[in-house]
């Protein structure tokens, strides 16, 4: 079985940063592409980062490029999502997923496993 756990949510002013991580289990972590979405109320989930298995390839949603940062801790099974600069428009719930397409091009349909969201509230 396997659980994908995502902590470090929170209520935060704008300009201001957070940390999320994601900590996987019941697979072998380090070959497989992990990444995290986000859903705002009454929009579609939208990818936001992904990290290759070695952690040598990353991607960005253009709208975060420059201030976030995905890194992987393949020791811990640990996944993480630095936010800095947060904006209002960055609010909305974020999901950790593992996937077995290429961070380079994954997309929400070919996530294998979701993390059950934690909340991001960015207040202007």
């Known amino acids: 079985q396997v659980q994908v756990v995502e902590s470090g949510g929170g209520l935060v002013q704008a300009g201001g940063s957070l940390r999320l991580s994601c900590a996987a289990s019941?697979?072998?972590?380090?070959?497989?592409?992990m990444g995290w979405f986000r859903q705002a109320p009454w929009k579609e989930r939208e990818f936001v980062a992904a990290?290759?298995?070695?952690?040598?390839?990353?991607r960005y949603v253009d709208s975060v490029k420059g201030r976030f940062s995905i890194s992987r801790d393949n020791a811990k099974n640990t996944v993480y999502l630095q936010m800095n600069s947060l904006k209002a428009e960055d609010t909305a719930v974020y999901y950790c997923?593992?996937?077995?397409?290429?961070?380079?091009?994954?997309?929400?349909?070919?996530?294998?496993?979701w993390g059950q969201g934690t909340q991001v509230t960015v207040s202007s």
């Open positions: 019941g697979r072998t972590f380090r070959p497989y592409t």
């Open positions: 990290i290759s298995g070695s952690g040598s390839i990353t």
């Open positions: 997923a593992t996937s077995t397409s290429s961070a380079r091009t994954v997309v929400t349909n070919e996530v294998d496993y």
